[in-house]
């Protein structure tokens, strides 16, 4: 399983702090120049809350084997 995790950042004086958006299952060719852009027009959108700034995107993948199952 695939997930694209778009942060966002800001500063609250003394700490930062973190709005996440999470997608499922993204596309396989991802252009990072796009992908910046999409996170500044999002922003513009208002789908992030006021006062956050796109920081970073992280793509993780996740393999499951299941070891054992009992119960079919």
Do not use: C, H, W
């Not at 060719?29 to 992908?35: A, D």
Request: proline share 7%; charged share 30%.
């Amino acid at each position: 399983m695939k997930r694209l995790t778009l942060m966002f950042r800001k500063s609250d004086g003394t700490r930062m702090r973190t709005y996440r958006l999470n997608i499922p299952e993204p596309v396989d060719s991802i252009n990072p120049t796009e992908l910046t852009q999409d996170m500044q027009q999002l922003k513009q959108l208002g789908v992030v809350p006021d006062g956050f700034e796109p920081d970073e995107a992280r793509l993780t993948e996740t393999n499951v084997e299941i070891l054992v199952n009992l119960i079919e």
